[in-house]
């Protein structure tokens, strides 16, 4: 049984208030541990860690903070197997899924470990004779971290792993539903002897502690990843009080299939942004939208395909996709699912490996002969339902991929390099591919949206580290 803990100044409480039993979500009888929610106290406590760190924290070398990182990504590489396992019981990823999550997180901490010795500005010419002008970074100071439930390990790593590379201290408010391995996450930090206040780790409900941290807590930054409805809040509070942030938020992200498309390629790179971790992820694929004369071609391959896929227990190692993660997310996609039964199914997944009854399992679900204004095709779904949806030819395949709020990730499938590159410039979407799934990240790479997907800011790859600092331009006169 594991049990939610705060790691506040270097300290580890269980707060007095309300706490919960985690079911697993594979077999909601069997219960995983409990999380204890934390109150204003806590976060204040965690607030003056955080200020009373900073200063210290900022003034070591890059190199020492760099050091820091590496050490934690050798203890978490080390208890790799137990943190994906843990998660997997917690919020049903499957666990071959989470354990590339889990060393996603230990690259993710190296490569910004490397960032430490890294170039931190420019010498600039001055319009003065014997005048050095350059820039230099330095850290914003406190910086709130919130983090989402779907991906418990990498998210909360892309976000710490520069803030703490930059200098500075952070509070973070891992979500309700990954505070089991948010804690475990934390005991990995404290065994690498992080120095106290540096990392604060807060665990209670968004809407008293998320909010409370965003509208009050002493932060000089903040880095939300969640819903839209949630991170249009974030970015509004932040503004008032001129905080910089960044707010990475929902998607309804579209694969288009050509005519001319591999489809030996297109439908398992479909089926995998569709329904690997049950469509859960923000870059999940969500619409298929194909070309006409392949449409039928395409619908055979699917229902050829769809009913194969592996809907197992998370910890089961053959499992493709497992359970969503919780009761309220169970119930929030079983609307939709609802909604999509009243549609033309096309396929549909087989439940040959779990009993619908144990956990909060969905069968893979696409669905065709829908309104472009429906539910299904205008909002996030967060789960394994599809929508099919027929072009008459790419410029109608582009106007249907850009035609929701959302622009987070979109593919094409082509042979055509110059329908591959125009659609590059005309989809709406921060993360373009052509011939690859709509999912996946590349921590090295600038990620995040455009439209009501993101703050128009990036997360990871260096783009993370303009975002955790500010630039200080100086100008010294020698003359
Ligand atoms: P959510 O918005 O409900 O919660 C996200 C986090 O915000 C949690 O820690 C939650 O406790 C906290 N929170 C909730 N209300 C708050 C408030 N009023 N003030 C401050 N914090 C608050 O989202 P979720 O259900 O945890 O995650 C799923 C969503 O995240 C999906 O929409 C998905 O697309 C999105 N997501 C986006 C990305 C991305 O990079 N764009 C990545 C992963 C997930």
Request: charged content about 15%; hydrophobic content about 45%; overall charge negative.
């Amino acid at each position: 049984m594991w049990t939610s803990k705060n790691w506040i100044g270097g300290e580890w409480t269980v707060p007095a208030g309300e706490s919960w039993a985690v079911h697993n979500p594979s077999n909601v009888s069997d219960i995983v541990g409990t999380v204890h929610l934390s109150g204003p106290a806590e976060l204040r406590q965690a607030g003056v860690a955080a200020q009373q760190a900073q200063t210290s924290w900022a003034a070591m070398n890059l190199p020492q903070r760099g050091e820091q990182l590496l050490k934690i990504a050798a203890l978490l590489e080390q208890q790799a197997a137990e943190v994906a396992r843990l998660a997997s019981l917690e919020m049903g990823k499957p666990v071959t899924e989470m354990t590339g999550e889990v060393m996603r997180g230990v690259h993710l901490l190296r490569y910004y470990a490397a960032e430490g010795v890294r170039t931190v500005g420019s010498v600039i010419p001055n319009s003065q004779a014997h005048t050095l002008q350059y820039t230099k970074r330095i850290p914003l100071g406190v910086v709130g971290v919130i983090t989402p439930w779907n991906f418990p390990v990498a998210i909360p790593m892309w976000k710490i792993a520069p803030a703490l590379i930059c200098g500075n201290t952070v509070i973070w408010k891992p979500a309700e539903i990954a505070s089991l391995t948010a804690t475990r996450l934390a005991e990995i930090f404290a065994q690498a002897d992080l120095p106290a206040g540096v990392l604060n780790m807060v665990i209670g409900k968004g809407a008293e502690i998320g909010s409370l941290l965003v509208e009050e807590g002493p932060l000089d930054g903040i880095s939300f990843t969640g819903s839209t409805k949630t991170g249009m809040g974030v970015a509004g509070a932040a503004a008032r009080r001129n905080i910089k942030y960044q707010v990475e938020m929902g998607g309804k992200n579209a694969a288009v299939i050509l005519q001319d498309a591999d489809l030996d390629l297109a439908i398992p790179a479909v089926l995998s942004g569709a329904f690997r971790s049950a469509g859960q992820k923000c870059t999940a694929t969500s619409r298929i939208i194909v070309e006409q004369p392949i449409y039928s071609e395409v619908v055979r391959a699917l229902q050829d395909a769809v009913p194969r896929l592996y809907l197992g227990e998370a910890t089961d190692v053959q499992a493709y996709l497992g359970p969503v993660a919780s009761e309220p997310q169970y119930q929030k996609v079983l609307s939709y699912v609802q909604v999509a039964r009243r549609a033309e199914v096309l396929a549909e997944g087989s439940w040959d490996h779990v009993r619908p009854d144990t956990g909060h399992y969905l069968a893979p679900l696409v669905v065709t002969g829908v309104e472009a204004a429906s539910p299904l095709v205008q909002e996030e779904i967060f789960g394994p339902v599809a929508t099919l949806l027929p072009a008459a030819n790419f410029d109608e395949a582009v106007e249907l991929c850009n035609g929701t709020v959302y622009g987070l990730s979109a593919s094409i499938f082509t042979r055509d390099l110059q329908k591959g590159l125009r659609f590059l410039d005309q989809a709406d979407a921060g993360m373009l591919r052509v011939n690859q799934e709509t999912a996946g990240v590349e921590y090295q790479a600038p990620f995040g949206g455009v439209k009501h997907s993101s703050s128009h800011s990036r997360e990871q790859g260096a783009a993370a580290l303009d975002f955790y600092s500010q630039v200080k331009t100086c100008a010294v006169y020698f003359g």
